[in-house]
């Protein structure tokens, strides 16, 4: 299992609310949580596939939002 960290713009729980069903539906995606109390809103992503980053980046830019692999 691999951790992956993004900065992200998800800034409240109205924003975690939205990206929820869009994380939890993500093939190779085991957990996640989302840091709203530092500044660059840190998502943490725990999981297996090989296009994993890819794809947190794709399905949060699905979802209205922008992350990048830190």
């Keep these: 299992m691999e951790t992956l960290k ?4 998800i800034k409240c729980g109205g924003c975690i609310a939205t990206v929820t069903p869009h994380l939890d539906g993500l093939q190779g995606v085991d957990q996640w949580e989302v ?30 939002f922008k992350a990048e692999l830190i």
Excluded: H, R, Y
């Design 6 to 9: 993004f900065k992200t713009n």
């Design 35 to 64: 840091d709203t109390n530092v500044a660059d809103k840190i998502l943490t992503v725990k999981g297996e596939s090989g296009s994993l980053p890819d794809q947190v980046v794709a399905t949060l830019e699905k979802a209205g």
